[in-house]
């Protein structure tokens, strides 16, 4: 019988440590006077999360309280920040990767608040960027809740998952491993902005999150681009929704995974600490404190054993989600701790109490406790400003990037030379955009940051990245703008560049094929959206663009085959995010690249998508058709042409189907003298930006109910132009014949979807001749 041979894994790069051995280095130790402190901190915060989840009966105490130690260590001991201005960009973040732990979040900023408020005022931002006991009172709340005490206090509507409307918190986290990532953009955008003396970025994530492919993929990222700034806090407490026993421990199988966290960290190039007392501060704290002395250039993973629900009276997955019932006697008993500590009574729902009176004077009595321990919370409010001193006398220096000039210096009237284009010149519209975007980042001192699957090359978004010749490395290769994206990791890459851009000092650029942008980008997109318009509404500042780059679309794509040629991307993106916070942008050729892209920009949206094609585009000879202007493509949609007596439409949506209307049916209908106006389509949500009268003399919208359409898309992306049955009827689209196209030639399979030039005259000249039966 051949046996089985054992595999010996070699030695990585990082390094491993365990944190009972650290402990035996005294500049390691923490006194006992600050290990009784913070025990009794944490007797008050996992206080604060029962309350907050008795009163609102949602959210999730578990991982809340395995978590809290290992964030109030660092809130108190190890970050430096300055509590009074929470967007201070030089400071050290915390980032909730693990959303589903809002809960706990809430319950610490507004515990250290009211530890702020009574003991340091001085050091107190504006309200509207605190967290006070007072808006606890809207946690999973509805701004249209109209309950008394929230009224009153005009309490803030927390949600279920943290984004950035919350004082400290850059993004909009919790969705499968995408906080990892993003979070992961954070420490590259910090990485880049500050090469020396760089903040750190502490990243709270659970096991259940790891399990997400992005965070492997991520990981990948932050190892080969050297983000020593980068703390991964992992809270493994072993149990997720349906699962107490998620990874492997001891040799014992997970239910969904075969690794334990200190192999996958230490397997992905990271440093790691184990804690395996997770839930001793003493432990906590030698680890935290040990991680700062690393120096080898690898990012550190710190793993705290812990336990979900610890001391909460309900314990592993049975408090993930869920707790003990309203005002029941398990939760009365959950207080007793909290009670027998600071000599308190907590109120007991009385019968015929409105249930958020009784949740105030529960927060009430925790306040009372705060201003009658003078000496016990007068010593936190020292540690915020000690962290605050500490932050100045670092005195970290950013480095120069203009970000706001990407927004406000470029403009589609002011065409550089090299961008406008003559009639039979045949640039690629990969080459083009990117050439474009390359301009604007180096006039901004290198602002866009650019990572592909594996396809710098392939979808040209490699030129964004000028002079940077090989991947960033922080400590290596600190000035290329060109990241080591771990392979074919869409998922991943887009994550962690969607966090570049919510640092706020670059805009991160993730780059691939159309058919793989919108669908394994869409999440990442969609929360960065959410995040960027709680940035904007808290801070009153634009929104940080995140731009994905689809260098590589549609039926050009069609040697690939169906697999790669997807007309379906653009639906998936176009009008399907609030107005203003998403952009396409689809050029017919070259000259509509410049116009259409900074007039893009100047609405500063959080979602940039430009789909843009490989193949050569011959340049339209506008002059000759008597087409609307170059600086046009702003405005979403510009006539290709018209007709003095029109009496039908044609609505273009795509460069493929553009250039063959363009070069090939264009010339005929004019000879004919065919009454019909035809007009491209840019951007719609440029067109949907413009006031109605604008519209209106860009577009007549009484043309579209008599208009067809010919997209490289699918026919929901034409609707909106397409105001009758039968126009929908007459319109050209890739699914016209109901089913996937085969592999060929970017021509044959334009023929074999009836949207090669023969095919697209033909049915303009059917659309005419029924036009006189529509009404």
Known sequence: ?????????????????????????????????????????????????AILYNFAQTGHPGGSISSGKIVQNL??????????????????????????????????????????????????????????????????????NNSKLFKEFNAKSLDGHPEPLTPFVKLATGASGIGFGASVGLALGAAMTYPKNTPKVHVLEGEGGLTAGRCVEAMAIASRSGLDNLVI??????????????????????????????ELFYLNGFNVIYVKEGLNFAHVYAAQKFAETLNNGLPTAIIYRTIKGWHYGLEGKASHGGGHKLCSPEFYKTMEEFENTFGVKIPHLCEGQEIEDCFYQN???????????????????????????????????AKKFNTEDIYTA???????????????????????????????????????????????????????????????????????????SGGITEDGLSAVMSGVSAYGKQIGVAASYGAFTSAMMHTQARLHAIGQQGYEEATGKGKNTFIIFTGHAGLPTGPDGPTHADPQMLQLISEDFPKGAAITLTPLDANDVWPALTAALNKRPAVLYPVVTRPNVKITDRANLGSDSQEKAKNGVYALYRHPFAIGTIILQGSGVGEIFV?????????????????????????????????????????????????????????????????????????????????????????????????QLQQIENYLQNLKNWY
């Not at 070699?10 to 035996?24: F, T």
């Open 75 to 144: 809130l108190f001991n190890q970050m430096s920040y300055n509590f009074k201005n929470p967007d201070e960009e030089s400071a050290d973040i915390i980032s909730y990767a693990a959303g589903h732990k809002a809960l706990g979040l809430y319950a610490l900023w507004a515990l250290r608040n009211e530890i702020v408020k009574n003991y340091a005022p001085e050091m107190l931002a504006d309200e509207k960027r605190q967290i006070r006991f007072e808006d606890l009172l809207g946690f999973r709340k509805s701004p249209a």
């Open 410 to 484: 470029f403009t589609p009237k002011n065409i550089p030379a090299e961008f406008t284009f003559k009639p039979g010149e045949n640039p690629t519209l990969r080459a083009t955009m990117a050439e474009a975007l390359a301009k604007i980042s180096k006039e901004t001192f290198g602002t866009l940051i650019v990572a592909t699957a594996d396809l710098s090359g392939s979808t040209g978004a490699g030129k964004i990245a000028y002079d940077s010749k090989s991947f960033y490395n922080k400590q290596n290769n600190p000035d290329s703008r060109l990241i080591s």
């Open 363 to 397: 927060l009430l009595t925790l306040r009372s406790v705060i201003t009658s321990n003078k000496d016990l919370f007068a010593h936190f409010a020292n540690k915020i400003k000690e962290s605050a001193n500490r932050l100045q006398n670092m005195a970290r220096t």
């Open 1 to 49: 019988m051949i046996k089985s041979q054992n595999i010996l894994i070699l030695k990585k790069q990082g390094q491993y440590y365990k944190a009972e051995d650290l402990l035996q280095e005294e500049s390691l130790k923490l006194k006992e006077n600050e290990l009784d402190a913070l025990n009794k901190l944490d007797v008050m915060y996992r206080a604060l999360c």
């Open 663 to 759: 070069q090939e049916v264009l010339p005929k209908i004019k000879e004919e003298k065919w009454p019909i106006n035809a007009y491209y389509v840019t951007s719609a949500e440029l067109f949907d930006m413009l006031d109605k009268e604008e519209q209106n003399k860009v577009l007549p919208v009484t043309e579209l109910y008599r208009a067809m359409a010919i997209t490289d898309f699918t026919l929901p992306t034409m609707r909106r132009w397409i105001k009758s049955v039968k126009g929908e009827e007459m319109s050209l689209y890739p699914f016209k014949h109901g089913k996937y196209l085969t592999s060929g030639q970017a021509k044959d399979c334009y023929k074999e979807a009836g949207l090669d030039g023969e095919s």
């Open 233 to 262: 806090h992992l809270d493994w407490n072993q149990a997720s929704i349906d699962s107490d026993k998620v990874t492997e421990e001891d040799g014992t199988p997970g239910d969904y995974v075969a690794w334990e966290p200190a």
